[in-house]
Nanobody, 116 residues
């Protein structure tokens, strides 16, 4: 099993920034990629950004140029730096890990609210 602990969500004004962190522990070997998804009520969970073990990234068009994903392998931690936030970024953000063999793990979710 892989345990994921997220932090960094909260309330921020439009134009502001937040940094999400997700620390993985447990059986962290064979992780293929780590990333972030988000979900708003009534909508499907959507990919925000993902970073592979090789360092290649996949970032949703809606956040390109504003969000940056990075990884600290020594800490088994993935980060999501979110800049120029808009109310449309309001969602629950979930950390996601996929291992070779396509085993998937999810964090508990952290709320990000962008509002005046």
């Amino acid at each position: 099993q892989v345990q994921l602990v997220e932090s960094g969500g909260g309330l921020v004004q439009p134009g502001g920034s937040l940094r999400l962190s997700c620390a993985a522990s447990g059986r962290v070997f064979s992780i293929r990629a780590m990333g972030w998804y988000r979900q708003v009520p009534g909508k499907q969970r959507e990919l925000v950004a993902q970073i592979s073990i090789s360092g290649s990234t996949n970032v949703a068009d809606s956040v390109k140029g504003r969000f940056t994903i990075s990884r600290d392998d020594a800490k088994n931690t993935v980060y999501l730096q979110m800049n120029s936030l808009t109310p449309e970024d309001t969602a629950v953000y979930y950390c996601h890990v996929v291992k070779y063999g396509e085993l998937e793990y999810w964090g508990q979710g952290t709320q990000v609210t962008v509002s005046i």
